[in-house]
Every structure is written in C-alpha cells, then in structure tokens.
C-alpha cells in the first residue's frame, strides 16, 4: 500500500494513492459516516463516484470533482 500526501497554497490536500490505500481510506470514511453526521455527504459522493466509477473506463490522473 503507498500514498502520496501533497498540501498545496490553497489548502487543499493532493492524494495519490494506489487501489489498497484508496480502497482503505474509503473504507474508513464510510464506517465513520455511520458515526456521524457531518461525514455523511462526503460518503454519498464517495459511494456514488465508485458505482459510476465501475460502470465507465478509469482515466488516470483525472482530478476529483
């Protein structure tokens, strides 16, 4: 498993991960999503973005939206 964390100028945070660390990081927010509410969105975009991920090609090095 190997990430790569980059903070940028305008405080956002760049994420390269391999499919382990994604698939774990993923993980954990839909479990701590269960746990509280201010996580909950952040879950549905994930859970929707992997459904519409699996029907359509991966593009590497596409930015999240």
């Known amino acids: ?13 760049a994420l390269k991960l391999d ?5 774990a990081i993923f ?10 509410e201010g996580i909950s969105p952040l879950a549905r975009i994930a859970k929707e ?8 090609p991966v593009r590497r090095g596409e930015s999240c939206q």
């Open 49 to 56: 973005e992997l459904e519409r991920g699996a029907k359509k």
């Open 27 to 36: 993980a954990s927010v839909l479990f701590a999503a269960r746990f509280h």
């Open 1 to 13: 498993m190997q990430a790569a964390i980059r903070n940028m100028t305008d405080g956002s945070v």
């Open 19 to 23: 499919a382990d660390a994604a698939r």
